[in-house]
């Protein structure tokens, strides 16, 4: 039988209270159990950042955390970055200066450079470089990126 156990948590802002299979990642929670398909299913290694969430503010990647650690946590996914329908500022920023193609990086990009304007808000070139360093973009957008997060800093 599949064990399971019980996850208080907040998603987005949202109170939840659920089951998760004990052994399953985060990642297939998200985005099998809780619906919310914008992190994607990269390597599922740890190794290019497709599947980044933010848990309690830090960008983690969903496929190296187990479900149950989401126990007591509050987890920001790309889905909660609009409000009323209204794109927050990394994501204009990112359309604004075309910082995708495929859009496969793109979640876990901008969640990355959430973390990172929250951190510092006017982050420099190296700040930018070292908080991306665990994201890959297979489509070698990345001078497009890091524009697009310069413009969304606050000076
Ligand atoms: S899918 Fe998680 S780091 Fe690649
Ligand atoms: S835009 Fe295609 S992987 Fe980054």
């Known amino acids: 039988m599949t064990e399971k156990m019980p996850v208080n948590f907040t998603v ?5 209270e659920r089951e998760a299979v004990v052994g399953q990642t985060l990642l297939k929670f998200i985005r099998d159990e ?3 398909t914008g992190a994607k299913e990269g390597c599922e290694i740890g190794e290019c950042g497709a599947c980044i969430v933010l848990l309690d503010g ?12 989401l126990d007591g946590k509050d987890l920001v996914t790309i889905e909660g970055l609009s409000k009323n329908g209204e794109l ?5 920023a990112f359309i604004k ?11 876990g990009m901008i969640l990355s ?4 304007l929250e951190r510092k808000p006017n982050p420099t070139d190296e700040d930018i470089n070292q908080a991306l360093s665990g994201n890959l973009c297979r489509c070698g957008a990345y001078q497009e990126i890091r524009e697009a997060i310069k413009a969304s800093s606050e000076k």
């Open 58 to 69: 830090k960008p983690v990647n969903s496929c190296l955390i187990l479900a149950v650690e």
């Open 97 to 107: 200066h075309a910082a995708f193609q495929c859009g496969y990086c793109t979640p």
């Open 12 to 16: 987005n802002g949202d109170k939840e």
């Open 88 to 92: 927050d500022r990394v994501q204009k």
């Open 34 to 36: 809780l619906h919310l």
């Open 113 to 116: 450079a959430r973390a990172l």
